[in-house]
């Protein structure tokens, strides 16, 4: 069946510090790839998606670009603030029309200043 | 702001108890989920409702019941559960069921769950 792996946490980085979240899927067809962020104690909120291949999501000054030639959807940015420390998941929506989205066990990010 | 809220934040319950979980989204949303988060484990799909009807149960025990009145509300009936229950309970709704495009789902806050 389809699933997420994502790199194991935490990631701990310096503020300015460059960010790299690994995530690749296993899918039948064409799914369509997200990145949500958890803060401390909220719901996940979207923070980027790419519905084909080659697209890059972007918001906030993350980046993600689905490659289907390596089944990844790997997250990035340039410069990360403390304000990033969060718990990141990556996740995908496959075949079918029921909803369901597959989530990776989430990598926890933190910042220091 | 996410405009889905959920009630209570935190519950404490014992394994007799019989107690239920809300989620009001105020997005005239038609489609609407509960997801269970346990520590260290991905986000497990429970319950999908599309229209008020369920269209996804993930072989969920049935100690667990949801329930949807309409496409504003929906609710997780809880009784004699089992402490490895306690988790956070998310719920999330978005425009539609998912197809092709990749709709976005919208999460509320979640319920933090403790059963002694």
């Known amino acids: 069946g389809d699933s997420v792996t994502q790199m194991e946490g935490p990631v701990t980085l310096s503020e300015e510090a460059f960010l790299t979240i690994n995530c690749t899927y296993t899918?039948?067809?064409?799914?369509?790839l997200f990145w949500y962020v958890q803060y401390p104690g909220e719901g996940l909120q979207l923070l980027l998606k790419?519905?084909?291949?080659?697209d890059k999501g972007s918001n906030k000054g993350f980046e993600a670009t689905y490659r289907k030639e390596t089944t990844s959807f790997h997250l990035e940015k340039g410069s990360v603030q403390v304000s990033d420390s969060a718990v990141y998941f990556c996740?995908?929506?496959?075949?079918?029309?029921?909803?369901?989205?597959?989530f990776g066990q989430g990598t926890t990010l933190q910042v220091k200043p | 702001e996410t405009g889905v809220t959920q009630t209570p934040r935190h519950l404490v319950m014992g394994m007799t108890n019989k107690k239920s979980l809300k989620c009001e989204q105020h997005?005239?949303?038609?489609?609407m989920y509960w997801y269970k988060q346990s520590a260290k484990k991905p986000l497990e799909l429970m319950f999908v409702?599309?229209?008020?009807?369920?269209?996804e149960n993930n072989s969920v025990p049935s100690r667990f019941s949801p329930e949807c009145p309409n496409s504003s509300h929906l609710f997780l009936h809880l009784h004699t559960l089992q402490p490895e229950d306690s988790a956070l309970y998310l719920c999330?709704?978005?425009?539609?069921?998912?197809?092709?495009?990749?709709?976005?789902?919208?999460f509320g806050p979640g319920t933090r769950l403790l059963v002694l």
């Open positions: 999330a709704s978005s425009r539609d069921i998912q197809g092709a495009g990749g709709e976005t789902q919208y």
């Open positions: 899918a039948t067809g064409y799914p369509s």
């Open positions: 790419a519905t084909k291949a080659d």
């Open positions: 996740a995908l929506h496959g075949s079918g029309n029921t909803g369901k989205l597959i």
């Open positions: 997005l005239g949303h038609n489609a």
């Open positions: 409702y599309s229209l008020e009807e369920r269209v």
